[in-house]
Every structure is written in C-alpha cells, then in structure tokens.
C-alpha cells in the first residue's frame, strides 16, 4: 500500500502515523515547485521532518516498553506452570514439595 492510497490514510496503526506526518510535506513541496511559499520552504521541511522523527522515536519506546512487558509476562507464566506442576492440576501434591516453594517464590515476585 503506498501513502498516496486513500485507505492508507485511514489506518491508525503507529506505523502509519510516521507516513501520515511525511505526507504532510507533500503541501510544503508543492509550493516550494510552484513558487507560492512565502515561508522559508527548508524550515518548514526541517520542521515536518523533527515531528515525524519524533513520532518515529515515540513508536520506537512504546515498542521497546511492550517487548519488555512480554518478556516479564513471559516469566510469570513460566513460574505460574512450575507452580502448578509442582501443586497439580486438581490440587493434589503429585511432584515432590521441594519445588513448590520455588515456583511460590517466583510467582510471588511477579504480584507483589
């Protein structure tokens, strides 16, 4: 799909956001060829570029922000089964107790 694509602007996923704001100097360029810009064409692109570079760093956190929050998940769930393996499903104790204060005291770091 290409920016010129009228549904392309319709997506509100984050990486369209970044397409959204470079489409924005398609105005500035045009009046920069045709000669009807008044404002300084290079300050203007300068502008529209330290927005779009700023809207890419801000997706780029949010991604680093959820891959960190997927790795934790990660962890409670790996401590969660080691739990229930060391408790059983249905409550009885079918794996030696050595294990289970383990994986209590992993899951327990996770909720507190």
Do not use: C, W
Not at 46 to 58: F, K, P
Not at 90 to 95: A, T
């Amino acid at each position: 799909m290409h920016p010129s694509d009228p549904s392309f602007a319709r997506d509100k996923t984050p990486n369209s956001k970044a397409y959204l704001a470079l489409e924005s100097l398609e105005p500035i360029l045009a009046g920069v060829v045709s000669g009807s810009s008044q404002a300084d064409p290079v300050e203007m692109l300068e502008t529209q570029l330290e927005a779009a570079l700023n809207q890419l760093d801000g997706a780029r956190l949010r991604l680093v922000r959820s891959r960190r929050r997927v790795g934790e998940l990660q962890e409670v769930v790996a401590h969660l089964g080691e739990f229930l393996q060391a408790v059983g499903a249905d409550g009885s104790r079918q794996i030696s107790n050595s294990k289970e204060p383990r994986a209590l005291r992993g899951l327990e770091s996770h909720t507190a």
